[in-house]
C-alpha cells in the first residue's frame, strides 16, 4: 500500500588517490510516498457519527488489506448471491438459457426465489453450500456457508479478498454484466460510482431489531467490501452512510492507468 520513492544521493569524490583505488558508493535514501488512506479511519468514524450506524470497511489490492469502521462482518444477505451463481454456473444442471435467466433476477434484481432455485439445483443445502464455499476459497477467502444462506457471517475483509478475486477474472463474465446492470432503487453507495460491479445485500436482524445494509464490488485496482447497521432498525440511516462511504472511496482510492 505504501509507495517507496528513491532519491540518488549527489556523488562526492574525495581526492584523486581514493577515486582510483576506491570503488564509489551512492547513498539511498527511502522516502514513503503519502498513504491514500492515512486518514480514512478518522473520516469513517465521522460517517458513522453523522448517520447514527456503525460501519465497516475493507479494501484489498492482492497484497494488503486497509480496514476502517466500527464492524469487523455482518451476515452476507444478497451480497451471497454473487458466488452462489457463479457456483451454479459451474455446477447447476439445468439448461445454460434458463440459468442465465436466474442469474439475471438474482443479482440485477435480487430476486430471492431465483437465487435459492440457484442454490437448490446444485444439490442439498449441504452440497450447495460445499460448492459456494469452495468457490469463495478461490480467493483465499474461507467462509462456512449456511443453508440459510443470506444469513452467512462474512468478514467485510474476506469480502473484499473475494472481491479482489473477482477483480482479476474475465471480465465477460455474465454475472459480472448483470453487476454493472443493478435495479436503479438498489444503486446507492458503490452504486453512485460510474462504471463500479456491485452487488447489495439488505435485510433486517429480528435478533436485536437492527437493519444491516453490505456492499461488494471493485476499482481502482481494489477489492471492496462495505456495510452499515443501524440499531434504529433504519435502512435509509445505513443507505446515507454508503452512500458517503463511497464518495469517500472515490477521492481515496488511487487512480490506476
Known amino acids: 500500500m505504501r509507495r517507496v520513492a528513491w532519491i540518488l544521493a549527489p556523488l562526492l569524490l574525495v581526492g584523486c588517490a581514493a577515486e582510483e583505488s576506491e570503488p564509489l558508493h551512492t547513498a539511498v535514501t527511502t522516502v514513503p510516498a503519502p498513504d491514500p488512506f492515512a486518514e480514512l479511519a478518522e473520516a469513517v468514524a465521522g460517517i458513522e457519527e453523522d448517520t447514527n450506524t456503525e460501519v465497516g470497511v475493507a479494501l484489498y489490492d492482492g497484497s494488503a488489506m486497509t480496514e476502517a469502521g466500527s464492524l469487523d462482518w455482518l451476515p452476507a444477505w444478497s451480497t451471497m448471491k454473487i458466488p452462489i451463481a457463479r457456483a451454479a454456473a459451474e455446477h447447476c444442471g439445468y439448461g445454460k438459457e434458463y440459468v442465465s435467466e436466474l442469474t439475471e433476477a438474482a443479482i440485477e434484481w435480487s430476486d430471492n426465489d431465483a437465487a435459492r432455485a440457484l442454490w437448490d439445483c446444485m444439490g442439498s443445502d449441504k452440497e450447495a453450500a460445499e460448492k459456494v464455499g469452495a468457490e469463495i476459497a478461490k480467493s483465499g477467502s474461507h ?19 473475494y472481491a479482489y478475486y473477482l477483480s482479476q477474472q474475465d471480465q ?47 476499482f481502482g485496482g481494489f477489492g471492496v467490501a462495505v456495510g452499515a447497521r443501524s440499531a434504529d432498525g433504519s435502512y435509509d440511516d445505513t443507505m446515507d452512510a454508503l452512500d458517503q462511504v463511497a464518495r469517500l472511496l472515490k477521492t481515496s482510492v488511487p487512480e490506476t492507468g
Do not use: C
Not at 463500479?196 to 437493519?211: A, I, L, N, Q
Open 143 to 161: 467462509v462456512r456457508v449456511n443453508g440459510a444462506f443470506g444469513t452467512t457471517r462474512w468478514s467485510f475483509a474476506g469480502q473484499a479478498r
Open 172 to 218: 465477460d463474465d455474465p454475472v459480472f454484466a448483470d453487476m454493472h446492470h443493478i435495479a436503479e432503487d438498489q444503486a446507492y453507495g458503490l452504486g453512485q460510482l460510474e462504471g463500479v460491479p456491485f452487488k447489495g445485500g439488505w435485510s433486517d436482524y429480528e435478533k436485536d431489531g437492527s437493519w444491516h445494509t453490505r456492499q461488494l464490488g471493485w
